[in-house]
């Protein structure tokens, strides 16, 4: 995919079903390191442009890292987000440090995963099992134009349900 956007388009589909069970900060944080690898290979001149984090063993550590990141990033500012919270007058209920971690870690994995799964049918640099086999599997089961419409197409749907689900939310229905 032309980085990282079309890749969201699922992400917004997926979080209408999963709620608060899934994260998309994880979710494009995996997507977006992933693709820093392939805009470090355009601007340098490398090849294969999609390399180790273009593998599902490669993409596995990043899911890991962004994991641990935004798990830190939670004990920091969790503390103080419940003082401002409070100092706001308004009740802050955080989710739990365990639940915090579960949705990171497989929110992150689906977002690293299905990165190598979309790009995989479209790159014929990948090799996304890498280090296990050589080949790609993948690549020309579905052509571009139809992949990112679908991705689209979910993104879409998925903003509209988002709205829909939020509107109803406020009005307590």
């Not at 479209?122 to 419409?149: C, E, K, T």
């Not at 349900?161 to 109803?168: D, E, M």
Request: aromatic fraction near 12%.
């Amino acid at each position: 995919m032309p980085f990282t956007p079309f890749h969201f388009g699922p992400a917004l589909a997926i979080k209408v079903a999963g709620g608060r069970w899934f994260s998309l900060l994880a979710f494009a944080a995996a997507q977006v390191a992933i693709d820093a690898e392939a805009g470090y290979n355009l601007a340098q001149g490398c090849w294969p442009v999609h390399g180790l984090l273009h593998t599902y063993v490669g993409s596995t550590g990043v899911a890991v890292g962004v994991t641990l990141l935004v798990a830190a990033c939670w004990l920091l500012v969790h503390p103080r987000l419940a003082v401002l919270m409070a100092g706001a007058g308004r009740v802050f209920q955080p989710a739990g440090f365990g639940h915090v971690f579960a949705v990171t870690g497989w929110s992150a994995l689906l977002g690293a995963w299905s990165h190598v799964f979309l790009d995989s049918l479209l790159y014929m640099d990948i090799r996304p099992f890498a280090p296990f086999w050589g080949g790609n599997p993948l690549l020309g089961l579905v052509s571009a134009p139809v992949l990112y419409l679908a991705c689209a197409g979910l993104g879409v749907a998925g903003l509209l349900l988002l709205g829909v689900a939020r509107t109803f939310n406020r009005r307590g229905a």
